[in-house]
């Protein structure tokens, strides 16, 4: 084999470890900003939970996010 | 040497890297471990890069012509032009082991890469699901097929490409056939992702039907692109013999017509679950099947037979490991594939898709017993039984007339039930352009009743198809003011599945209109002609001006040069040869067609004297056959309209949720939660 090939080969073998190695270094170390979406499922969940819910009553409310809420009266700043 | 070792490299990376996708895959996916899950995706773009390092080494190697590579040796030779060269990839056994392993690789790192956004929760699963069909692959290619092995000796020249497969159509239908045959794998994967985690209809339906169509409109053109080549390279003047080979490609595109239809019954009504659920998967297994018929060998007597190889028994192990998994995940969710609810009427949308799904599920399991009868006598009687053209036209022609009379009612038919008053009334104009169709196809020729009964219903359902885009472009208009033309380009975007689908139901009349034509006052004579003799051929004069040789880089050929006149030409040289390729002891007749949307003059010349003193051509005249690849064309368009439709209704639970905490399956976020 040529130096040529040598290099390339080593380079195919660093990228595909690369390509396999550093999604999962870089999940563990900062997972809600890597996992595609926007965030991991729970934090998703917990997102929808808190628009459509208010926190200090647990009513559900009518909009998303809405605030006072119409059973309760709080705010979002104040349930927060 | 550098870029065998390479290939063989990358192919060796690409297996761990393929094991890697599967096993981690279903490993993360059954332990929630998000780490692995998203080195997992990492593992599905490794897969794709190798195999693309690989592919690009082979086709270094083809070009560049290194006869050591017994890929390269087996597939070209020091004549063959560049176009060739690149398309031999997919020529031999090795290359094109590797060409499929390249595509799926391709497909797994898109559902990885972009599709993981999108449909998360299913993609998470259908990624090893690809995954075990990638180490399946890159296993064939690394240790069965070995496209980077090394022929002994030193050869200075290859054997070339087989002779059949030198046309430019053979540059691009196997391609189109490998992407819309592994393009399969793909809804299947999501079907199966979907069903394992009991799914709602609405969470994979989007998905499933958007891959599933892409991969229909690849194999649609890919069966039109195998006939082109037939007519043009085979020199019988056909295009469909119901070869086993045109019928392996056939029978994935039964089944995935059937599946496509069916899943817009179980999206509106939630009707044929378990009949979606079997053409889903039968789409899929047919694939392997097909791949099967054409690299085994196993039946004779195939134009294929070039492709006839050591590797069908490990696609045969694969068909088997697959339809045990897939009944074996259909019994485990069996609740979930079960049907609650009952057909109304079958005067209805859902009831026409009954119909057009048991059509095309019979048409199926025809030419699959026909197709394999001579495998089945074979192991019965010891004498392999092949059955004729005559057996599938009888059996199937029936059935291509149930299903065009029902696109005759696909564009009125509406869910739930049809009123009889209002589908005449929507019909009148269709029928009676229909009845003057088929009188006019009565004078044009058309006496068998068969044919005259197709004349009449592919004219009443391209009637009623046009019809509804003449009605819907009419009430929008008067609607919003808009002319007739922006009301129909409007119209169309707005429901772009609904008359995307009508494009292709008219490119489908439109095939079959050709197919119809070409069997209608269609005329074969032989003629022997003297240099400078003129012949009248129905109502062309045709004179023979001589034999000339023409070397080509690759091969040599004899052609005999007619002029004719009439018949809407003047003076037009047709020029019908035999190819003669170097080492190959079978020359190969070069056709020479020119036609219009009536009909195609078809010359082939079939013998000659030494000097070409006297030839012998053949000359065919094949009415509508242009028809046929013209709605290939239109039903590629009408599938990308109908592609660009939006994949599930667009709506939000609430206003300001974020859509992809929507996309999230309920059942999920109360377990998550």
């Known amino acids: 084999m040529t130096p040529l090939g040598l290099v390339m080969v ?71 | 040497m550098s870029f065998v070792w390479l290939g063989r490299i990358a192919l060796m990376l690409a297996g761990m890297s393929a094991v890697y996708t599967a096993a981690g895959g279903f490993y993360a996916y059954k332990t929630g471990n998000t780490r692995l899950r998203e080195s997992v995706r990492g593992a599905a773009l490794a897969v794709a890069f190798t195999i693309t390092i690989a592919v690009l080494a082979l086709e270094y190697l083809l070009v ?38 390249w595509i ?61 497969l030198q046309n430019p159509v053979m540059t691009i239908h196997p391609p189109a056939m490998y992407t819309g045959l592994i393009g399969l794998s793909v809804p299947f ?65 039964l089944a995935a017509t059937a599946a496509l239809h069916l899943m817009q019954a179980e999206e509106r009504r939630g009707l044929y679950r378990l009949w979606t659920s079997i053409m889903m998967m039968a789409s899929f297994l047919l694939t392997l099947v097909a791949t099967y018929i054409t690299r085994s ?76 009868y001579p ?47 209002e589908l005449v009334q929507k019909l009148r104009w269709p029928w009676i352009v229909a009845v003057a169709g088929a009188v006019a196809a009565f004078f044009w020729g058309a006496r068998a009743p068969l044919l005259l009964l197709g004349d009449f219903l592919a004219v009443f359902a391209i009637a009623a198809t046009v019809r509804a885009f003449t009605e819907m472009a009419r009430v929008r208009a008067r609607a919003t003011g808009e002319d007739l033309g922006t009301a129909l380009w409007r119209g169309v975007r707005a429901n772009r599945r609904r008359y995307g ?47 000339a040789t023409v070397n080509h880089s690759a091969y040599e050929t004899n052609e005999a040069r007619l002029i004719v006149n009439g018949g809407g030409f003047h003076n037009r040289l047709f020029t019908p040869g035999i190819n003669i390729f170097p080492g190959s002891s079978e020359p190969v007749a070069q056709v020479s067609i020119v036609g219009n949307l009536a009909r195609d003059l078809y010359t082939v010349l079939g013998s000659y004297t030494a000097g070409g003193t006297v030839v012998q051509v053949q000359f065919l005249v094949n009415p509508l056959v242009s028809w046929i690849w013209i709605g290939m064309f239109i039903m590629v368009f009408g599938t990308l309209i109908a592609q660009g439709g939006p994949s599930r209704p667009r709506r939000r639970l609430v206003p300001g949720v974020s859509e992809s905490v929507e996309r999230v399956p309920l059942r999920e976020r109360r377990d998550e939660a």
Request: hydrophobic share 50%; charged share 15%; with cysteine.
């Open chain 1, 10 to 80: 080593v380079t195919l073998v660093l990228v595909t470890v690369a390509l396999v190695a550093v999604p999962y270094w870089r999940a563990g170390r900062d997972p809600l900003e890597e996992t595609p979406g926007g965030g991991s499922f729970s934090q998703d969940v917990d997102r929808l939970l808190r628009d459509l819910f208010c926190l200090e009553c647990g009513m559900r409310l009518e909009r998303a996010g809405q605030s006072p809420c119409p059973h309760c009266g709080a705010s979002r700043s104040d349930a927060s």
């Open chain 2, 64 to 101: 560049t012509g290194d006869f050591s590579v017994s890929a390269v040796y087996e597939t070209t030779n020091r004549g063959l032009p560049l176009a060739y060269r690149l398309a031999a990839l997919w020529g031999g056994d090795a290359g094109s082991v590797l060409f499929w392993t």
């Open chain 2, 104 to 164: 799926l690789s391709l497909y797994t790192a898109y559902v990885a890469g972009v599709g993981w956004r999108q449909e998360r929760h299913l993609t998470r699963l259908a990624v090893p699901i690809l995954g075990t069909l990638l180490v399946f692959f890159t296993g064939m290619a690394t240790l069965v097929v070995s496209p980077f092995g090394i022929v002994p000796g030193s050869p200075i020249n290859g054997s070339g490409l087989d002779p059949l």
């Open chain 2, 189 to 253: 994967a999501f079907f199966m992702s979907g069903l394992w985690q009991n799914a709602e209809t609405r969470e994979w339906i989007g998905v499933v039907r958007r891959w599933m169509l892409f991969a229909w409109m690849c194999l649609s053109a890919a069966i039109v692109l195998g006939g082109w080549w037939s007519y043009m390279e085979l020199g019988w003047g056909g295009y469909w013999k119901w070869d086993p080979v045109e019928n392996a490609s056939l029978l994935p595109w």
């Open chain 2, 297 to 372: 060998g196993v039946i004779k007597d195939s134009v294929h037979s070039f492709a006839g190889t050591g590797v069908g028994p490990y696609f045969f192990g694969l068909f088997w490991f697959g339809l045990f998994a897939t009944v074996a995940v259909i019994v485990v969710r069996r609740r979930q594939v079960m049907d609650t609810v009952t057909l109304d009427r079958m005067l209805s949308r859902e009831g026409l898709y009954y119909l057009m799904a048991f059509a095309l599920t019979v048409m199926t399991v025809v030419v699959l017993f026909g197709t394999f």
């Open chain 2, 375 to 421: 495998v089945i006598t074979g192991a019965l009687t010891g004498t392999q039984r092949v059955l004729q053209v005559g057996f599938f036209n009888t059996m199937t022609a029936p059935l291509f007339l149930v299903l065009i009379a029902l696109l005759v009612l696909a564009p009125v038919a509406t869910w739930r039930s049809v009123r009889y008053r």
């Open chain 2, 501 to 547: 689908g009508f494009v292709a139901h008219l490119a489908f009349l439109i095939i079959v209109l050709g197919v119809i034509g070409s069997h209608t006052g269609n005329t074969s004579v032989i003629r022997r002609f003297q240099v400078g003799q003129t012949e009248t051929v129905g109502p062309y004069r045709v004179t023979y001006a001589g034999l």
